[in-house]
């Protein structure tokens, strides 16, 4: 079982990036995919979550509006477009992946996920 985050790299406030979650290992099309980030000496923090079949997303509410998540069964991977970054998006960002359809309050809790892939760097200078 393997999920593997890039897209990660340093860009100016105001730019754009898009986050791939590639899966591996496991049924994809049967989990939900959540997004979390973790910045230097915070929590982790749940962002965004898709359904299986991406039909439903849910987003923490200080990024509405700025981050889209979508997947692609057919290639096992999911996406999130970050759009006008911001010095505070800077975290290492981690998709995750949960076969139990969750709630939005349980697809935020970090216990409820089977797999997590290493993270993605994301920094945003000002």
């Known amino acids: 079982v393997q999920l593997v985050e890039s897209g990660g790299g340093l860009v100016q406030a105001g730019g754009s990036l898009r986050l791939s979650c590639a899966a591996s290992?496991?049924?994809?099309?049967?989990?939900?995919i959540g997004w979390f980030r973790q910045a230097p000496a915070k929590e982790r923090e749940w962002v965004s979550c898709?359904?299986?079949?991406?039909?439903?997303?849910d987003y923490a509410d200080h990024v509405k509006g700025r981050f889209t998540l979508s997947r692609d069964n057919a290639k096992n991977t999911a996406y999130l477009q970050i759009d006008t970054l911001r010095p505070e998006d800077t975290a290492v960002y981690y998709c995750?992946?949960?076969?139990?359809?969750?709630?939005?309050?349980?697809?935020?809790?970090?216990?409820?996920?089977?797999?997590w892939g290493q993270g993605t760097q994301v920094t945003v200078s000002s």
């Open positions: 290992g496991f049924p994809f099309n049967m989990y939900s």
């Open positions: 995750a992946a949960v076969r139990t359809i969750l709630s939005v309050n349980g697809a935020a809790t970090t216990r409820n996920y089977n797999f």
């Open positions: 898709i359904s299986r079949g991406g039909g439903r997303t």
